[in-house]
């Protein structure tokens, strides 16, 4: 009897110290904490929305470490004018290891998403799309049905009076292809998840309101 409870207290011991260490480790991954601080300092958050919290001026960066190379998001935040002319976001003075900092934050809430395991599991269908449009992020940026989105970008619930699924498609393969210099992501999508997005944003809507 006894020994087992000195068993037990010995697993919720080791337990305790595991948990213990994952947190440090999440606190303590080099440059985080030093990001968290410059994300403070300059008021990212009166235009960005982070882990449910900010405003809604420019893109929800939850994925952004998803969607964007590493070096994009680097140069961007170096100068971001130069990237895309007139836009709202500051060229603000960073420090030598500011912006690697500030990176390594951000990748802390991103969730990466296995895209063509979503379609081996739905099929290239408009529940697949949906599942695709919602992990990769999309409503950082566009109106979706009645959430979310931002005003300077297309609203997708519409996107189908405008173009046909056959621009869709090549757009969503290469869109700097079709409009150089685009401020919209390229995602490396394969052809199984063009379809089923495809396929969800073309699907008619349901009559008497909510279409998604
Ligand atoms: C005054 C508002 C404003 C502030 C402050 C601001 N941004 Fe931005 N940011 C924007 C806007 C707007 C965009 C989208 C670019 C566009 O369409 O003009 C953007 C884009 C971005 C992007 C690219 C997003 C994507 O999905 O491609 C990143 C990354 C980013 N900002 C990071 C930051 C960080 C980090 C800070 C703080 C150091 C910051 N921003 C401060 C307005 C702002
Ligand atoms: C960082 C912001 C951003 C994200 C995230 C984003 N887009 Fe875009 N998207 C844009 C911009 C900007 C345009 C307009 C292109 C232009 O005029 O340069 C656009 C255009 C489009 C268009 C064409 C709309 C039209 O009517 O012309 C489609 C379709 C589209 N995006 C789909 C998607 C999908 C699907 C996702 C998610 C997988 C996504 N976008 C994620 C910024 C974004």
């Known amino acids: 009897m006894a020994a087992r409870a000195v068993r037990s207290w010995a697993v919720a011991l080791s337990l305790l110290w595991m948990s213990g260490v994952a947190l ?13 601080a410059l ?23 939850d994925q952004v470490t998803q969607r964007r190379p590493r070096d994009w998001i680097f140069r961007w935040l170096g100068d971001p004018a130069s990237m895309k002319p ?7 003075p960073w420090q030598a290891g500011e912006r690697e900092a500030l990176i390594v934050y951000l990748r802390q809430f991103a969730v990466p998403v296995d895209g063509p395991a979503i379609v081996m599991e739905k099929g290239r269908t408009p529940e697949a799309g949906e599942a695709l449009v919602k992990a990769y992020g999309c409503r950082a940026c566009h109106q979706v049905g009645t959430a979310a989105g931002r005003p300077l970008y297309p609203d ?9 699924p056959a621009w869709e498609k090549s757009w969503l393969a290469n869109p700097d292809a079709i409009k150089p210099g685009t401020f919209m992501p390229d995602f490396h999508f394969s052809e199984g998840e063009i379809d089923a997005i495809a396929a969800y944003l073309f699907r008619p809507p349901v009559k008497g309101g909510k279409t998604r």
């Open 24 to 36: 440090v480790a999440k606190a303590e991954s080099p440059g985080a904490s030093q990001g968290a």
């Open 39 to 61: 994300w403070q300092k300059f008021g990212c958050a009166n235009c960005h929305r982070l882990g449910g919290a900010g405003e809604t001026v420019g893109p929800e960066l």
């Open 86 to 92: 007139g836009t709202l976001m500051p060229k603000l």
């Open 156 to 164: 997708l619930t519409i996107v189908r009076l405008r173009r046909t």
